[in-house]
């Protein structure tokens, strides 16, 4: 039955064109140029004291928030634009499914309930948006919103957090404010231990 369908379908069509030549290795190569590769910043992190490679630019304070597109519990996209006129803090994490990246969210949450509406926390990681939304539920997440780069897969190397070694995301606190300048940033050097909360803390004061 696909079979005489699918004559079918192609009978009703025109004849086709007669097919371009195809373009040489030269041509092709030229018409789609490779991309070009992040940097690799070498050692940036250790995981358990195993150096890691980071890659992408390092963010500095004082620069420009970087653009980003993450996907949400929801599967709706989630972009840096939405948070125009917000304090952000980005909380990331390798995956909520381990117990210090828990903690670094549970941590957030309550300390969200202390902080005016203007401030949004997003938690970001690579893990689907189904099992953050599981975890969310589970720990009474409410005031932290959580993540995926799951499918666009570029707020890793725009942020310099993806580590090349494991594909998931390296430990960092970005925090921007209203107008969307970084005020402050830490990668944290062992990827096993917990941010400076009181750091990012002072710094969405600072901004509020």
Same mark, same amino acid.
């Not at 909520?96 to 969210?105: E, K, S, Y």
């Not at 666009?152 to 190397?157: A, C, V, W």
């Given at each position: 039955?696909? &079979? $005489?369908?699918?004559?079918? *379908? ?6 086709? *064109? ?8 030269? /041509?092709? *190569? ?11 910043? #070498?050692? /940036?992190? #250790? ?5 890691? !490679?980071? &890659? ?30 917000? %304090?952000? %803090? ?5 995956? %909520? +499914? ?8 549970? #941590? ?9 509406? +203007?401030?949004?926390? &997003? ?22 919103? #959580?993540?995926? +780069? ?6 890793? !190397?725009? $942020? ?8 998931? &995301? ?6 921007? +404010? ?31």
């Amino acid at each position: 039955m696909v &079979l $005489f369908l699918g004559l079918g *379908a192609c009978a009703s069509q025109p004849e086709p *064109a007669p097919a371009a030549p195809a373009p040489t290795p030269a /041509a092709s *190569a030229s018409a789609t140029p490779a991309a070009e590769a992040p940097p690799e910043r #070498t050692g /940036a992190v #250790t995981m358990r004291g195993q150096p890691l !490679t980071l &890659l992408g630019t390092a963010v500095e304070v004082g620069a420009h928030m970087p653009e980003f597109v993450l996907t949400g519990n929801d599967l709706a996209d989630l972009s840096s634009d939405q948070y125009q006129g917000k %304090v952000l %803090v980005l909380s990331v994490v390798p995956s %909520v +499914d381990t117990g210090v990246c828990a903690l670094q969210t549970r #941590t957030f949450n309550e300390k969200a309930s202390e902080l005016s509406d +203007d401030v949004v926390i &997003l938690t970001v990681s690579m893990d689907l948006p189904f099992a953050q939304k599981r975890f969310c539920g589970a720990e009474g997440i409410e005031r932290v919103v #959580t993540a995926s +780069d799951y499918k666009h897969r570029d707020f890793g !190397t725009h $942020f310099g957090v993806l580590i090349k070694e494991l594909g998931l &995301l390296a430990r960092a606190v970005f925090v921007v +404010d209203r107008d969307g300048t970084v005020r402050h940033v830490e990668y944290v050097a062992e990827v096993s231990q917990e941010p400076d909360y009181d750091a990012a803390l002072s710094a969405v004061q600072a901004a509020l």
